[in-house]
C-alpha cells in the first residue's frame, strides 16, 4: 500500500501523526513531513494508514495504485 500527501491541502493539523504515528511523520511546524511525496506503507500498518488518511480535514492524504 502506499499513499500520497498533497503538499498544497496539508494545513499542519497533525491528526495523521496522531492518529497513526507508525505511518505518518510530522515536521517542526506540524505538516506532514512527507507531504509532496508517495511512502510505502510497512506491511501491518494498512488499518493505521487508512485511518489517518479519513481524519486528516483538509483530505490531503491518498492511496496511490501500484
Ligand atoms: S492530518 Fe492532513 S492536513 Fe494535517 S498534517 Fe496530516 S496530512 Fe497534513
Same mark, same amino acid.
Given at each position: 500500500m502506499k499513499v500520497e500527501? #498533497? /503538499?498544497t491541502l &496539508? !494545513?499542519?493539523h497533525g491528526r495523521c501523526f496522531v492518529?497513526? %504515528? +507508525?505511518?505518518?511523520r510530522l515536521d517542526d %511546524? /506540524?505538516?506532514n513531513a +512527507? =507531504? #509532496? !511525496?508517495i511512502? %510505502?506503507?510497512?506491511? /501491518?500498518h494498512e488499518a493505521a494508514a487508512e485511518l489517518g488518511m =479519513?481524519? &486528516?480535514? %483538509?483530505g490531503a492524504?491518498?492511496?496511490v495504485d501500484d
Open positions: 500527501i #498533497d /503538499g &496539508c !494545513s499542519g492518529l497513526a %504515528e +507508525d505511518v505518518y %511546524e /506540524g505538516y +512527507d =507531504r #509532496d !511525496s511512502i %510505502e506503507v510497512v506491511p /501491518g =479519513r481524519n &486528516c480535514p %483538509e492524504i491518498a492511496t
